[in-house]
Structures are given as structure tokens and as C-alpha cells.
């Protein structure tokens, strides 16, 4: 079966950086996309970006170029999110999402984020 | 960007209730609008996709319609594991623009 299992909660500094983990299993992982979305705590969800685990192209959304890179590694079917430049507000959940076709199916369990001097 | 505006925000109903959510896009998006469900602590699970499709193992008091800018949600007799937030997404254009979210109630 399809799955995402993403790396453990962080805890970081103002300033600091973040790379979350993606693994995927259950399918080709070079066949569908990944999406990155953040949650703020008891907030909506907003889209940071996407990647082609295949050719490694990616698509950012505005508010976070810049500052977010999407990497992949496709000899572990992992892919990685890492965000700079880290404030307070980025404290939230981010969750990594495949992208089969026209729409997101599976997601992971989500990473706590908490960005605290 | 495309934004998407969700409607209500909040709302609470009985079991066995049937309520409809909205979801209005800033342009049409054709027919390219999921909706997701997220529990406490959760991740969001797709419940429809393609305006109208329902995803694989969702059952089927969950319904959507709507095409170009407006979509809706039904959920049929109200079950108390609805309880829920539930979310749009336009899948058209990046970004992916999700709605604000409606949080579900079961009284």
C-alpha cells in the first residue's frame, strides 16, 4: 500500500534552517509528484511547492521562494523539503503529499515544526 | 493566483443531517476541485476529487458537484465520525490554493 512516512519533529532556532524527509513506498516514486503544504497550528492549509521526483524540477509558491528547496533522492524514493531562514511563524506542521495527476491522494503523517529561541 | 473561498466557516448538525458546504473560486477552474477531511491531529484525507469523483473506500453519503467557479460538498445522513474540518483545493494552476476550511460539528 501507498505510503509516506516523514521525518520526526524539530525544534529549531530563529534564523536556523529545516529539512524534512519524505519516504515514500507502495509505487514508483519517480511516477507522481510531491507536493509540500503547511499547516500553522489551528490554521488552514497553505501550499509551499511542488517536485518531479523524476527529472527533480520543482515549483514554488511565492511567499516562499527564496528560502524553500525540494530536493529528491531517488535511490531511497525520498524526498526532502528544506526551509531557511526560519522565523516564529513558520512554526507548524508540514506535510509532504503526493500528486497523482490532478489531484493529491496520499499524504504523509505530517512534521512538526516549532521555531523557538 | 487563484483564491478560493469556503463557506461556512463553522456549522453544526445532528446526526443524520445532511449539510452542504461551498467552495468559490476566483476564476473557473474547470472541474479540477478536490476536498479533503481532517480530523484532530490528523493529516487531510481525500474524500473527493474532480469536482464529483469519490476517492477509493469514502463512503458514499459524501457526494460534490459544481464545474467553473462554484463547487459544493453534500455529506448525507450525518454520522458522528464526520466530525471534522473540511477543505477545497483548485488543482488548476499553481499554487494550489486551498480554502479557508469548514469546520464540522455533529451535535
Known amino acids: 500500500q501507498v505510503q509516506l512516512v516523514q521525518s520526526g519533529a524539530e525544534v529549531k532556532k530563529p534564523g536556523a534552517s529545516v529539512k524534512v524527509s519524505c519516504k515514500s513506498s507502495g509505487y514508483p516514486f519517480t511516477r507522481y509528484g510531491i507536493n509540500w503544504v503547511r499547516q500553522a497550528t489551528g490554521q488552514g492549509l497553505e501550499w509551499m511547492g511542488w517536485?518531479?521526483?523524476?527529472?527533480?524540477?520543482?515549483g514554488y509558491a511565492q511567499q516562499f521562494q527564496g528560502r524553500v528547496s525540494m530536493t529528491r533522492n531517488t535511490s531511497i524514493s525520498t524526498a526532502y523539503m528544506e526551509l531557511s531562514s526560519l522565523t516564529s511563524e513558520d512554526t507548524a506542521v508540514f506535510y509532504c503529499v503526493r500528486q497523482y495527476g490532478d489531484y493529491a491522494d496520499y499524504w504523509g503523517q505530517g512534521t512538526l515544526v516549532t521555531v523557538s529561541s | 493566483d487563484i483564491q478560493m473561498t469556503q463557506s461556512p466557516s463553522s456549522l453544526s448538525a445532528p446526526v443524520g443531517d445532511r449539510v452542504t458546504i461551498t467552495c468559490r473560486a476566483s476564476?473557473?477552474?474547470?472541474?479540477?476541485l478536490n476536498w479533503y477531511q481532517q480530523k484532530p491531529g490528523k493529516g487531510p484525507q481525500l474524500l473527493i476529487y474532480a469536482a464529483s469523483s469519490l476517492q477509493s473506500g469514502v463512503p458514499s453519503r459524501f457526494s460534490g458537484s459544481g464545474s467553473g467557479t462554484d463547487f459544493t460538498l453534500t455529506i448525507n445522513s450525518l454520522q458522528p465520525e464526520d466530525s471534522a474540518t473540511y477543505f477545497c483545493?483548485?488543482?488548476?494552476?499553481?499554487?494550489?490554493?486551498f480554502g479557508q476550511g469548514t469546520k464540522l460539528e455533529i451535535k
Open positions: 517536485m518531479n521526483p523524476k527529472s527533480g524540477d520543482t
Open positions: 483545493q483548485q488543482s488548476y494552476s499553481t499554487p494550489y490554493s
Open positions: 476564476q473557473s477552474i474547470s472541474s479540477l
